[in-house]
């Protein structure tokens, strides 16, 4: 009996002297780098998959693990995790999208291959960290614009987004007035032709005259072409306001932007005749000779002679010969109705009353 209790205890020794090497053996020590940053991770582990698993590391299928998930896991080897994160470019507007594992935006770049940004500006660092989250990211890729202003013209070249943008590179201010074709906010295409008008405006307020107008009225008992003023016309006044725009620098022009009456005009009242006449000019230029020499050319002159108008009529003469169809006196006619008196009276007695007839 003693004998087997011994035998039972060394049996019991042995077996648990097993069961520790065993465990010491499946216990592993692994370098664990997880994008970039390095640690030291121990387990019982059986593989790569099981070490992450153990660490509450959860991978994707674009995430890349080495060795794969499914190696053996060694003691004293290494694991290596890189995550994926999601790259969103929106170059000039148009959006692409890729996956990347590494860390900064340029090296995204350089392993995705992108190529045609040199000298395009980015909304971020290049040097900007990609977190797990992932990174979007605006691009405007250089190009030449025509940029015209206030006439003169130059090829620039730009990042700008937009022609505010532009304009703000170039250091170029507005005012409230100026012109900007396209818009502030128009997005920048290549070749594009941006114009930007200058608008200069002032307003300057002058007194002006109002014309008075003119009231007619019909008349029958006066020849058609006699006219007589009954009311004399005043002009009025008026405050005009202008406003001056200069294009460009060049000629102003102007519009009148408020009128207001200060003085109101005063209408001229005219009296017109419609009466039928029989007016004769013939000989016209032979009575305007005469004329010329009886009283130098003045058809209404009165000089208290006793002979009036232009071809001195005596007051007995101009009514014996129907003067009074048009006037009292001669003077008070017309040169037309003077003439076409002078008509009838050398119809009867030839250009002997007159003593410029020699004139004629």
């Not at 307003?203 to 029958?220: D, F, G, L, N, R």
Request: proline fraction near 2%; include cysteine.
């Amino acid at each position: 009996m003693i004998w087997s209790s011994k035998l039972t205890a060394l049996t019991a020794a042995v077996v648990l002297a097993g069961g520790a090497l065993g465990a010491t053996a499946l216990d592993k020590t692994v370098s664990l780098s997880v994008d970039g940053q390095t640690t030291s991770a121990t387990g019982f582990a059986g593989t790569v998959g099981d070490l992450l698993k153990s660490q509450g590391i959860e991978v994707g299928p674009r995430d890349v693990v080495i060795p794969s998930l499914d190696s053996p896991l060694t003691d004293g080897g290494s694991v290596q995790v890189q995550f994926a994160r999601k790259v969103t470019l929106q170059v000039d507007g148009k959006q692409t999208e890729f996956y990347t594992t590494a860390t900064t935006l340029d090296g995204a770049l350089a392993t995705a291959q992108v190529r045609g940004l040199g000298g395009a500006d980015f909304s971020v660092s290049r040097s900007m960290s990609i977190g797990r989250e992932g990174l979007a990211v605006d691009v405007t890729t250089p190009k030449t614009v025509t940029l015209e202003v206030a006439g003169k013209t130059k090829k620039v070249s730009t990042t700008a987004s937009t022609v505010a943008e532009l304009l703000g590179e170039h250091n170029i201010g507005m005012s409230v007035d100026d012109a900007i074709r396209p818009g502030l906010d128009a997005a920048i295409k290549n070749k594009q032709s941006i114009t930007l008008t200058r608008i200069e405006k002032s307003t300057k307020t002058v007194t002006e005259k109002v014309a008075y107008s003119v009231i007619k009225t019909m008349s029958k008992s006066m020849y058609t072409g006699q006219t007589k003023v009954t009311a004399a016309g005043k002009n009025g006044k008026a405050k005009v306001t202008y406003v001056y725009t200069s294009v460009n620098g060049g000629k102003a022009s102007k519009k009148v932007i408020d009128r207001v009456v200060i003085v109101a005009p005063k209408s001229a009242r005219v009296t017109v005749g419609t009466k039928a006449s029989n007016l004769n000019l013939a000989r016209a230029a032979m009575w305007d000779r005469i004329a010329r020499c009886e009283s130098g050319g003045n058809w209404s002159i009165n000089t208290g002679n006793g002979y009036y108008g232009g071809l001195q009529f005596a007051n007995a003469s101009w009514r014996a010969n129907g003067g009074a169809d048009f006037a009292p006196r001669a003077d008070l006619a017309s040169r037309a109705e003077q003439i076409t008196v002078a008509n009838r009276y050398y119809a009867k007695a030839g250009l002997g009353p007159w003593g410029c007839r020699h004139a004629a």
